[in-house]
């Protein structure tokens, strides 16, 4: 059974239909990525996972249950974490504030400081800047930071907006190496990208979005070699 | 020796407060400070609280409300009607308060447990729902509980010495002010919170002039023919001492200092900072921002109580929403989300503005206080924006994040000592 199932999700805002009823699913311990252009749905569809943005009609269930009209709270306490686009960390609390931060929804706070210990592992440079305000990193290192934070809450299931938005191209390889280590410590991923190419090079499966309904789906591997998906996003064919 | 370190700070704080305590008390008794001065105290400690109050909302939480004098001025006159009433005999004002409050709570506890079944129920359901128990549960202690209970109450009450049936009086009167200013800012917040900030303030406004409305017409439209409406309610009672003062003033500041230090407090500075931010981490933002936004207002209608029965007369001419600016321009004056600078801007207004400038200044020239109080904030907010203390507390007051920091810590010593 999958992790999390979409089932025609319609999503408007106002009068404007920003999702035509789309559906997928995410197994247990995959990657899958939604790739699309600026403005196809990709993080209407992570916010309105997250109870962040209404959902008009379809059908969201995550381990088994419906969670469609669940409380963005309710959400996160059960592992299902968002690192959402933008980074949106608490700019004037220190590094070590944003973690704690985000093991708020945890019951287990003993444990807090194990994974505390695991985020340090997988970004060295956060531990060095531990009483330094969020709002003062560079952009790399507040992505680094709102990956960490989103790990504190020890997720099952990983929603990621846009890792790679404005970083330089060797922290985006760096951010996609940590990507795929957090999964193969058995978190599962759904990662929302423009940038295709990186995307599907990490992915076990890829949806393609435009305009709000899926035009494409499969193995990572063979959207890759799609010819329409080299044309439009992989700049070429 | 860490015990000592964190102790010593409440022991200062603890300590001082006491000081001035007496410092003011022994005057007092012996009769050296006249009444003007003594109102001017009064009056800066009720200002001081509205303020920490409107902190705690605006500071705080990132609420913008100009809904705190609303609050002021529904806990002066339930608390003047509740002694009012005392004093002609009649116990009812007293047990609605009383058992109104309590039984509204009940219901709310009762309420919350049954919409808790529900996904997401709208602002305006809740809103509906809490508006009826509440309604149903002040109609229950009017129609039933008062006449049951009201004769006892007053024999019972009238057994005892004057002296403490009074304190006991006065205490209701006081908690009851504060409770329905908390009752109604809890019906009030919870579809107007959801608006997102500016339109919170624009909402709260409108509530201060509803407020300010409703007590220009209480002997006509409102069933408190006591109140005397626009001609200002006489005969209230002049039973603040600054025992009660101090009291009220301190609970004020170690219930925000405690509240602001505790996890809850975690999340109301979350939800200032990045409410988006604060919903990922699992934080029932909603619930925050009502939170503080009750706490704050029952500060408010603390204060009114205070204030109230110190002033003995009620106008609704000092609630006008031209007032009402007062607690926004000493929490901007002081800073935003300090205590510290609240309390001590609080008072110095009140000093400085309706001690000092009546008293030394020509006559006539408090009618420029409109000017001089613009002139200030614009002042203010070309030189030192973020408010005169900033963010500065003093260290009983300063907020940390302690829950977690230990068990890193505990972490980090064995290593030193290795190092050792």
Do not use: C
Not at chain 1, 72 to 99: C, D, K, M, W, Y
Not at chain 2, 53 to 76: K, T, V
Not at chain 2, 199 to 205: M, P
């Amino acid at each position: 059974m999958a992790l999390l199932e979409v089932k025609d999700l319609v999503v408007s805002y106002g009068a404007i239909r920003a999702l035509h009823g789309i559906s997928f699913y995410v197994d247990q311990g995959e990657i899958v990525t939604l790739i699309g252009a600026n403005g196809a749905g990709k993080s209407t569809t992570l916010r309105t996972i997250s109870a962040l943005q209404r959902a008009d009609s379809g059908q969201i269930t995550y381990d088994g249950k419906d969670i469609t009209r669940a409380s963005a709270s309710a959400i996160v306490h059960q592992g299902l974490i968002q690192v959402p686009e933008g980074r949106r960390i608490f700019a004037p609390l220190t590094v070590r504030e944003n973690l704690e931060m985000g093991a708020y929804s945890r019951k287990d706070k003993e444990e807090v400081a194990a994974s505390m210990e695991y985020v340090f592992q997988l970004f060295p440079r956060l531990k060095e800047r531990l009483e330094q305000a969020g709002g003062t990193l560079s952009g790399g290192e507040q992505q680094m930071l709102a990956v960490a934070r989103a790990l504190m809450a020890k997720p099952r299931l990983l929603l990621m907006d846009e890792p790679s938005m404005g970083l330089a191209p060797i922290l985006v390889e760096e951010i996609f190496d940590i990507i795929q280590e957090i999964n193969a410590q058995g978190v599962t991923i759904l990662l929302v990208e423009q940038n295709a190419h990186m995307a599907l090079s990490i992915a076990n499966r890829g949806y393609v979005l435009e305009t709000g309904t899926i035009q494409l789906e499969g193995p990572a591997k063979e959207l890759a070699a799609n010819p329409q998906v080299q044309e439009a996003y992989l700049g070429g064919g | 020796m860490m015990l000592q370190k964190l102790r010593k700070p409440g022991f200062y704080f603890l300590g001082i407060s006491l000081l001035i305590y007496i410092v003011i008390q022994v005057p007092l008794s012996l009769g050296l400070l006249n009444n003007y001065w003594r109102g001017i105290i009064f009056w800066g400690a009720a200002i001081t609280m509205v303020t920490l109050g409107l902190n705690l909302i605006y500071g705080f939480n990132g609420q913008f409300s100009l809904g705190q004098y609303g609050f002021y001025a529904i806990g002066a006159y339930a608390s003047a009607d509740v002694t009012y009433r005392w004093l002609h005999g009649d116990t009812s004002g007293l047990l609605v308060v009383l058992f109104g409050s309590l039984l509204s709570l009940l219901f709310y506890a009762l309420v919350a447990a049954f919409l808790r079944r529900f996904y997401r129920v709208s602002a305006l359901t809740q809103f509906t729902y809490y508006t009826l128990v509440t309604i149903f549960a002040f109609w229950l202690t009017v129609q039933y509980l008062v006449p049951l209970l009201g004769p006892g109450t007053l024999s019972l009450l009238q057994a005892l010495p004057e002296a403490v049936s009074r304190q006991i009086v006065f205490f209701v009167a006081l908690a009851g002010g504060a409770a329905m200013a908390g009752i109604s800012s809890f019906l009030f917040g919870i579809p107007v919170l959801e608006l997102g900030s500016d339109y919170f303030g624009i909402a709260t406004l409108g509530f201060t002039i509803i407020i300010k409305v409703l007590l220009d017409n209480t002997d006509t439209i409102l069933p408190f023919p006591e109140m005397k409406g626009a001609r200002g309610m006489i005969g209230i009672p002049q039973w603040t001492t600054w025992t009660w003062v101090f009291l009220s003033f301190m609970f004020v500041v170690i219930v925000m200092r405690n509240l602001l230090h505790s996890s809850v407090g975690r999340t109301i500075l979350a939800v200032r900072e990045d409410e988006r931010a604060a919903e990922l981490v699992g934080i029932d933002v909603a619930s925050a921002k009502i939170l503080a936004f009750v706490v704050g207002s029952i500060f408010a209608g603390l204060a009114g109580g205070i204030r109230a029965h110190d002033l003995a007369f009620l106008h609704p001419q000092s609630f006008n929403f031209v007032q009402s600016f007062n607690p926004l321009i000493i929490v901007v004056l002081g800073g935003l989300g300090s205590m510290t600078g609240t309390i001590l801007t609080g008072f110095l207004w009140i000093f400085l503005l309706e001690g000092f400038l009546r008293l030394y200044l020509p006559p006539g020239f408090e009618t420029w206080r409109l000017v001089v109080y613009p002139l200030i904030l614009l002042l203010m907010m070309l030189l030192r924006p973020e408010g005169l203390f900033g963010q500065y507390e003093v260290p009983f007051l300063r907020q940390t994040f302690p829950s977690l920091r230990k068990s890193v810590q505990a972490e980090e010593e064995p290593l030193k000592e290795v190092a050792a």
